[in-house]
């Protein structure tokens, strides 16, 4: 072997270097792709919402009988006091998010009311 040639990498990557190198850089884009979103996603009318989508979620089981669709029971004073400590943007970030099973999106834009919470109305993104 020649002095020049010790020590040196071969030029070319392997097809398994390369499959790593796109597989991370997929991972980067899926990444920032996420925080792209929970950012969006946390504002609420010019307000933004303290809680992440998940924990406004974990909040609201108190509230899971009157959010089923075409509910009659009325929200339950654990459900209220849920409703008013998250404040309007939370749930404006809840209707907004993306869909959940079993809670109907109209049901929770009628809490406040229901709840005597004095919130503005969320603006319902398409």
Request: glycine share 6%; charged share 15%; hydrophobic share 40%.
């Amino acid at each position: 072997m020649k002095n020049g040639l010790r020590g040196r990498l071969p030029v070319s990557t392997s097809n398994q270097e390369r499959e790593m190198k796109a597989s991370q850089s997929i991972t980067l884009a899926i990444f920032m792709l996420m925080l792209v979103t929970a950012s969006v996603v946390q504002k609420g009318e010019g307000l933004t919402c303290g809680s992440t989508f998940f924990s406004t979620m974990v909040q609201l089981i108190p509230c899971r009988a009157a959010l089923a669709p075409f509910s009659p029971i009325p929200p339950s004073e654990a459900c209220c006091n849920a409703i008013k400590a998250l404040g309007q943007p939370c749930l404006c970030v809840l209707v907004n998010g993306p869909p959940i099973s079993g809670v109907d999106r109209t049901m929770a834009l009628q809490l406040p009311d229901k709840c005597t919470a004095n919130f503005e109305p969320c603006d319902m993104m398409k």
